[in-house]
């Protein structure tokens, strides 16, 4: 009897370009090229990609309206043995986008998840913005209504990592107004406009005269991601916490003694711990 596992599928999850058709990659090609089923966000801007290949296959729209009811409508073709190729209106799958609860899904199903690494507005801007790479946070885009969007904004103005930011075109000066608001006018920052494109371009600044340039000197075209520096005066989840033992086992030991314990309690090499108490 055949095994019902050697008959299913593959899900690729595909990285496409984000403008420049040169970073369109052999192996994405090749994915593309020998699907059975391409689940676009986008299937017009898709459809406009394959022609470069050139593929003619069959698209269908997949995207955060009509997400429930396609993860099951993809479940059983590639339970059925079809490959499916997973792409997003550009850049790589998933990264504020829709796809996780297919990719989820096939894994509960045991189909056999591939990814196709490709470019990356979030990797590109960090990259290119000259702050603060070795840890970050990506955030997406943030809530439109204003009320929401303070909220958001005020649980971050502590964070101490690179904050990866995307924003439309339409509401890149409100977002950076409330972004003066949350963080302060001096907050370092880079606004990378255009990525891998003909007009792409980066602008270095605090915050405050980002706000005032955007419409100016930086034009209200194509589209943004925005690179904010990490708060340098908070501490860590991690560091805050080191801090409040040392200063119980203070209160009861000699400092010699609180910081060793304080170290293996918390993993925190001794050194680390010393500069961060003595602050």
């Not at 595909?14 to 994915?31: E, K, M, W």
């Not at 801007?45 to 309206?65: C, D, F, N, Q």
């Not at 034009?219 to 805050?240: C, I, K, M, T």
């Amino acid at each position: 009897m055949t095994n019902a596992a050697a008959v299913r599928g593959k899900l690729y999850v595909v990285g496409t370009p984000i403008g420049n058709l040169g970073d369109f990659s052999p192996r994405a090609r090749d994915a593309l090229a020998s699907a059975d089923l391409i689940a676009a966000e986008d299937t017009r801007r898709t459809r406009g990609l394959l022609s470069t290949i050139p593929a003619e296959k069959h698209v269908i729209a997949y995207h955060e309206h009509n997400e429930e009811q396609r993860v099951g409508e993809l479940l059983n073709r590639l339970t059925a043995g079809e490959t499916v190729a997973l792409v997003s209106d550009a850049g790589t799958p998933l990264i504020s986008d829709p796809g996780w609860r297919l990719v989820r899904a096939a894994h509960a199903a045991g189909i056999e998840v591939v990814p196709i690494p490709g470019p990356s507005a979030v990797l590109a801007a960090l990259c290119a913005a000259g702050l603060p790479t070795d840890r970050f946070v990506f955030e997406g885009f943030l809530p439109r209504k204003a009320g929401p969007r303070a909220e958001r904004l005020s649980t971050l103005a502590a964070e101490p990592r690179t904050i990866v930011l995307f924003e439309a075109v339409h509401r890149i000066p409100e977002t950076l107004t409330a972004l003066v608001e949350a963080f302060g006018a001096a907050r370092p920052a880079v606004l990378a406009r255009e990525l891998t494109k003909l007009h792409e371009s980066f602008y270095p600044a605090p915050l405050g005269e980002l706000a005032k340039r955007v419409g100016a000197d930086i034009p209200l075209l194509g589209e943004f991601v925005l690179v904010v520096a990490g708060n340098s005066d908070a501490q860590s989840p991690d560091e805050a916490r080191a801090r409040q033992i040392f200063e119980l086992l203070r209160a009861e030991l000699e400092p010699d003694k609180a910081l060793r314990l304080t170290a293996e309690i918390t993993g925190m090499p001794r050194n680390a711990l010393y500069r961060l108490v003595r602050t």
